[in-house]
């Protein structure tokens, strides 16, 4: 069964410093991985997703995530973190299987920006 | 393009009662897939939708229900409501399969008194 974990409920750091998100998925191959961000009162947006190629995503807002098949991990950083950068992350992992797909979401992790 | 919305966005309930949701994905897509939000269990899905069929089911009781209609607009609906079926629905559409990218919509919030 496919399942993630977020290390972490809560992350703080301070506005300029490396923002680092951690990821931990359990998948058949091939895991299909993404980057969601919530804002309050709204609902996801994705931020990047792995499906096959380069290992090293880019998404929006400067964040990347690489995906390391070794260490089942699929972290997400952001060189510089601005305060707009609160908000909710989650990391999900898709499964495609029995014709249709569902998508598997961590817990969360809330990220704090201190000015 | 507009994006998902979902209505009602607020909703009051009490226990015993039913609610039906409703979702209108992005034009064009067809696939629609419904979570779950709370703060104990955070994002659990309930089922996905494509093409009028449910082709996937997240572990749920039957009081959970859906149906998607022609022009891929999506219905779920709670039966005898409980006070943990208190949560932020959410729905998110897309073109068909695990690895395209699910658009959501700002989800419905029921409470159930």
């Known amino acids: 069964a496919q399942s993630v974990t977020q290390l972490g409920s809560h992350v703080s750091v301070s506005e300029g410093a490396l923002v680092l998100l951690r990821c931990n998925y359990s998948?058949?191959?091939?895991?299909?991985l993404f980057w969601y961000v919530q804002y309050p009162n709204q609902g996801l947006q994705l931020l990047l997703k792995?499906?096959?190629?380069?290992?090293l995503v880019k998404g929006i807002n400067g964040f990347e995530a690489e995906f390391k098949k070794s260490e089942t991990s699929f972290h997400l950083t952001k060189p510089s973190a601005h305060m707009s950068d609160a908000a909710e992350y989650f990391c999900?992992?898709?499964?495609?299987?029995?014709?249709?797909?569902?998508?598997?979401f961590g817990a969360g992790t809330r990220l704090f920006v201190k000015a | 393009k507009a994006g998902v919305t979902q209505t009602p966005r607020y909703l009051i309930k009490t226990r015993g009662q039913q609610v039906t949701l409703s979702c209108s994905p992005i034009?064009?897509?067809?696939?629609v897939s419904w979570y779950q939000q709370t703060p104990g269990q955070g994002l659990q899905f309930l089922f996905e939708?494509?093409?009028?069929?449910?082709?996937n089911k997240g572990n749920f009781p039957g009081r959970f229900s859906g149906r998607q209609f022609s022009n891929s607009r999506s219905e779920m609906n709670v039966s005898t409501l409980e006070l943990g079926d208190s949560a932020l629905y959410l729905c998110?559409?897309?073109?068909?399969?695990?690895?395209?990218?699910?658009?959501f919509g700002p989800g419905t919030r029921l409470l159930v008194l």
């Open positions: 034009s064009g897509h067809r696939s």
């Open positions: 999900a992992v898709s499964d495609s299987g029995t014709g249709g797909f569902k998508t598997i």
């Open positions: 939708y494509f093409s009028e069929t449910q082709r």
């Open positions: 792995y499906t096959t190629g380069a290992t």
């Open positions: 998948s058949s191959v091939p895991p299909y």
């Open positions: 998110a559409s897309g073109y068909a399969g695990p690895t395209e990218t699910q658009y």
